[in-house]
């Protein structure tokens, strides 16, 4: 016997059918409290989630904004961490969730700006697929050279007439970048050793393993006042408030403006109206002495400027980083 299906499972399969629908669009569609009245934003916890593992810079940076923004918002703001291809899976996956403010991903430049130098383009994150809530800071590189390499200097690096072994803090990251260029237009001769982050990468060089390496200023500086590796450059466009005595790439004469820079981003089609409330949330925490005394505490500048400034600078940065690598003729994928 044959069974035809009710009007009613026909039209909750519809529905069903409309649901994925929308959620396949790439899931930017308003929802929640969000989608029909955004002035009841928050609808709950607005998750915060970061594309690197617990205790590194960008989670603690997540953590401490987390915490002050929370109080504004009304709402939990949880930190879950889901690290993965230099954040590329975090983000992406937020970027496809309901367009409604209660999802946000802390966003690394380099992910957007140098990253895609090194993979393809179905791998990159395409800054167009998010909203830019809010910049956050600046962390600068530093280059610092081992005890047994006898550098004091960049000077003494390009003295030196000979290969220099340099760890990097992994493929497609702003350290690559910095040190390659700078070795390139300095005509150096190296050889670069990737390392899975910034520590690894130092202790190589503590223990005489590289000669050079770049890594954040907020990892080197205990032991830059250890006197047990010496700071050769700093790659900013002028120099850092926290070393003064470093000169900046620019300054000896290189033109390497490589920073670590980090902002707050949600689903592309966030409502105006959440993404104000959100700035604004920011903003208070931005004014707190708890927030002000963790970016010192961390050596990190405060860039605090509004979305629509970061994703201009952010470009600006990518066509930057672009043009160097193929005056240079330069590889981030190892394939040069």
């Not at 989608?35 to 998750?47: I, L, M, Q």
């Not at 291809?85 to 991903?105: F, I, M, R």
């Not at 920073?259 to 208070?284: I, S």
């Amino acid at each position: 016997m044959k069974h035809f299906p009710t009007r009613r499972a026909v039209l909750g399969t519809a529905s069903a059918f409309t649901l994925l629908a929308l959620t396949a669009c790439g899931g930017n569609v308003a929802g929640g409290a969000a989608a029909g009245n955004s002035s009841k934003y928050p609808a709950g916890p607005v998750t915060m989630t970061v594309g690197q593992a617990a205790g590194g810079s960008t989670d603690l940076i997540a953590r401490a904004l987390a915490d002050g923004a929370a109080k504004t918002l009304g709402a939990p703001m949880p930190v879950v961490n889901k690290p993965g291809a230099n954040g590329a899976l975090a983000t992406k996956e937020v970027a496809g969730k309901p367009a409604d403010g209660q999802e946000l991903v802390l966003l690394t430049a380099s992910l957007v700006t140098i990253t895609p130098l090194a993979v393809s383009k179905d791998e990159a994150v395409n800054l167009d697929d998010l909203e830019i809530i809010t910049g956050l800071s600046q962390d600068d590189y530093v280059l610092v050279a081992s005890q047994g390499s006898g550098f004091k200097s960049f000077k003494d690096v390009t003295a030196a007439g000979r290969n220099v072994t340099f760890g990097t803090t992994g493929v497609g990251t702003g350290s690559q970048l910095a040190q390659t260029v700078l070795f390139k237009q300095a005509n150096v001769q190296g050889t670069d050793v990737p390392f899975d982050s910034g520590k690894p990468a130092l202790t190589a060089v503590l223990g005489n393993q590289v000669e050079l390496a770049t890594v954040q200023l907020g990892e080197a500086m205990a032991q830059i006042q250890a006197g047990k590796v010496a700071p050769l450059l700093v790659f900013s466009e002028g120099r850092n408030s926290f070393l003064p005595d470093v000169p900046s790439a620019k300054e000896a004469g290189y033109d390497v403006p490589v920073a670590q820079y980090r902002a707050v981003a949600a689903p592309k089609g966030t409502p105006q109206e959440v993404k104000d409330k959100l700035a604004a949330a920011f903003k208070d925490t931005f004014k707190t002495d708890a927030y002000q005394e963790f970016n010192k505490k961390n050596l990190l500048t405060p860039k605090e400027i509004s979305g629509e400034e970061v994703a201009t600078q952010w470009k600006d940065y990518a066509a930057k980083y672009k043009s160097l690598v193929e005056k240079y003729g330069i590889s981030l994928s190892g394939n040069k």
